[in-house]
């Protein structure tokens, strides 16, 4: 074999060794059910670390134009009795299923986008906090200040983020996992930060029927209550006792393994456990947020609806789905937004929206100019965009439309002040991206569903890879033959 064949030969096994070594590595990772050209809609990814990785000491760069996207934990709508994460039953809650992935709109040009848009109203008195679901981690963190100067200065007070629901140990916290967030809620004394708490382990493994109706019963007999009092304690002596925690979120769909359906009353003696538990730990003030997704999905959410004594906040994740249905349907619906404002109303609790965005009605300006007066009007407690494709408007390119609505309704609001800031927002977008400290997953720019370019070979590295990777990876195998 010639000198030049055979180094060609070793850069292309070079190649294919480090890409199966980067599946292997990532996939090895507890999966967020989310692949690229897959609309995962569900939580947002929460990490599974059983380590915690390391604390990027330089903050993430503002993106250019709305920047990226992140099936954990989580992050959000469901399609009832319909929506789920790959491999996992449809999500009865928040997000709906994988089903059609939404075509990716052209990305607005950072040409037209000088400014930030002027408000076309001062902001009410009163506005409720506000904030959105970015990063897990301390890119999340940094996103908060990223976001606020895209929005003009806009306050952004609430910090939404989720615990990992693959084992025990991370659901307790695991030590330096919420660390950051803890620094980021002690800075300001009005900030509020908002954690989403799985109730089992195992929770996105499509665990079947019989063995949850088992597991909730073992929970309701106390067997899980030294979990929670771990977390609990973690929280407290991280400082940030008032936590708001989103425990067992949408309950009445069908994705989590915490979900209420197979055993309701199982499930509110086991919620009620939990709290009592957490309660109990000295120097807590938590707050209890119980957020079913809207419409019935599975199981009508009030058919779990623990009691007064131990729910503190009535929450909704509210997505704009299922297709074709609008935003007064989504209002007038069984067990939808009026019904969810009626229950609260009745039950004396404050309302919230942990998780509400764009879904199957793709690029929905009607919707984001709708959703936003419903909560000026109705006030809630806070509420938190999930912020990555297909539901989001900033880390999420594929939404120029709704992007243009959210900047220009939110832009210079400070939380409750009817005075916008005097800071001008920034008078163009930043034109280069530096590098972030750890990977960013970045929106497709053409149709997931598309082809690879000819002469491109795609590598199969997993969903996980794919997501992070924005893509399937795809290698040129002849690139060597033009190097000469």
């Known amino acids: 074999m010639a000198p030049q064949q055979r180094r060609a030969r070793t850069r292309r096994l070079a190649v294919v060794a480090a890409a199966v070594a980067a599946s292997a590595a990532l996939a090895s990772g507890p999966g967020f059910a989310a692949g690229a050209g897959v609309v995962r809609v569900a939580d947002p990814p929460a990490p599974t670390p059983t380590v915690p990785a390391p ?93 606020s100067e895209w929005l003009g200065g806009s306050k952004l007070r609430v910090g939404h983020t989720y615990l990992p629901g693959d084992r025990w140990h991370n659901i307790e916290g695991p030590p330096g996992f919420l660390d950051v967030w803890a620094d980021w809620r002690r800075e300001e004394d009005d900030r509020m930060l908002v954690l989403n708490v799985p109730m089992m382990e195992r929770n996105e493994e499509g665990v079947s029927d019989a063995e949850v109706r088992g597991l909730l019963r073992q929970g309701a007999a106390g067997e899980f209550d030294h979990h929670f009092r771990a977390l609990a304690e973690r929280l407290v002596a991280l400082k940030v006792p008032d936590t708001v925690i989103v425990l067992g979120w949408e309950m009445n769909g069908i994705t989590y393994t915490h979900r209420c359906g197979p055993d309701p009353e199982a499930w509110k003696k086991y919620w009620n456990r939990i709290v009592s538990t957490m309660r109990s730990v000295p120097g807590q003030k938590f707050r209890f947020d119980f957020t079913p997704t809207r419409g019935k999905d599975a199981v009508p959410w009030t058919e779990c609806y623990p009691g007064d004594d131990t729910v503190d906040i009535l929450g909704m994740d509210s997505y704009d789905q299922p297709t074709g249905l609008s935003f007064d349907e989504q209002v007038k619906e069984p067990y939808g937004l009026q019904a969810h404002v009626d229950f609260a109303k009745a039950h004396g609790k404050p309302i919230s929206y942990p998780e509400w965005g764009l879904f199957r009605n793709g690029d929905n300006a009607e919707y984001m100019r709708r959703m936003i007066a419903w909560m000026d009007e109705h006030k809630p407690l806070y509420n938190t965009l999930t912020d990555y494709c297909p539901h989001g408007v900033w880390q999420c390119r594929q939404n120029p439309r709704s992007s243009e609505v ?26 280069v991206e530096p590098t972030p400290a750890q990977p960013t997953p970045q929106p497709p720019t053409t149709d997931p569903s598309a082809e690879p370019p000819v002469n491109c070979t795609p590598m199969d590295l997993g969903d996980w890879v794919e997501y992070w990777l924005g893509g399937k990876l795809c290698f040129r195998l002849d690139w060597w033959s033009r190097s000469g």
């Not at 993430?60 to 009832?80: F, I, L, Q």
């Not at 928040?94 to 040409?111: D, E, I, L, Y």
């Not at 959210?406 to 034109?431: C, H, K, V, W």
């Open 406 to 431: 959210y900047r220009s309704l939110l832009s210079g609001r400070l939380d409750g002040s009817s005075t916008a800031p005097t800071t001008p927002a920034p008078s163009q977008e930043p034109s």
């Open 55 to 147: 604390t990027p000491t330089v903050p993430a760069p503002t993106p250019t134009v709305p920047a990226p996207t992140p099936t954990v934990p989580a992050p959000a709508a469901t399609e009832p009795a319909a929506s789920a994460a790959p491999a996992v039953p449809v999500p009865s809650t928040t997000p709906a299923p994988p089903a059609a992935s939404v075509t990716p709109a052209q990305s607005p040009s950072t040409s037209g986008e000088s400014a930030a848009p002027t408000p076309s109203a001062s902001p009410a008195m009163g506005a409720p906090a506000f904030g959105a679901y970015l990063d897990y981690g301390a890119r999340g963190v940094a996103g908060i200040a990223e976001l």
